[in-house]
């Protein structure tokens, strides 16, 4: 392995933050928007996925990854390369998930500051969450139900 398993993993999670924070401190900031609109980050921590991916795999891990059993995925998760593995995929799918919850919630203008918090920390929860807040928006506000303009809306309103 060319890099260090332990700066492949570091680097993976300092990677993904700004784009936390840009999704939950500055969600209407133009900047936000553009970046979120991007296929880029998931691009580039797909490929290390793959990288780690292919480096982990022994034919005893094939094997026994073909087959699934509990234990031999604990065993196959006991090595550092494969761990890091399937964290930069837990990252890869979070984030995805968060840019989804971030840009239904600019799309439909339901809150999405808690559902991105949880699916920082803990994806299924934060897209549960946002389940929940979205059904509770259409249930008991469904006036509300106005969408907050994107940077296209408005720069087709100023041209007009």
């Known amino acids: 392995m060319l890099i260090p398993i332990e700066q492949i993993f570091t680097g993976a999670n300092l990677f993904v933050l700004p784009f936390w924070a840009l999704m939950i401190i500055l969600p209407n900031w133009g900047i936000t928007r553009k970046v979120m609109q991007s296929y880029i980050p998931f691009v580039l921590l797909a490929?290390?996925?793959?990288?780690?991916?292919?480096?982990?795999?022994?034919?005893e891990n094939a094997a026994a990854l073909s087959d699934p059993k509990l234990a031999?995925?604990?065993r196959f998760f006991?090595?550092?390369?494969?761990?890091?593995?399937?964290?930069?995929?837990?990252?890869?799918?979070?984030?995805f998930v968060g840019r989804y919850i971030y840009l239904e919630g600019q799309k439909t203008g339901v809150w999405t500051i808690h559902s991105l918090a949880l699916c920082l920390f803990a994806g299924?929860?934060?897209?549960?969450?946002?389940?929940?807040?979205t059904w509770i928006?259409?249930?008991?506000?469904?006036?509300?139900?106005?969408?907050?303009?994107?940077?296209?809306?408005?720069?087709?309103?100023?041209?007009?």
Request: zero cysteines.
């Open 47 to 59: 490929a290390v996925y793959i990288y780690l991916f292919v480096s982990s795999i022994t034919p």
């Open 72 to 74: 031999d995925i604990a």
């Open 78 to 95: 006991a090595d550092e390369t494969a761990a890091a593995t399937g964290w930069i995929h837990f990252l890869v799918m979070d984030l």
């Open 124 to 133: 299924p929860m934060g897209l549960l969450s946002h389940i929940l807040t």
């Open 137 to 160: 928006k259409q249930k008991f506000f469904p006036g509300s139900d106005t969408e907050t303009p994107t940077t296209a809306d408005i720069s087709s309103a100023q041209q007009s």
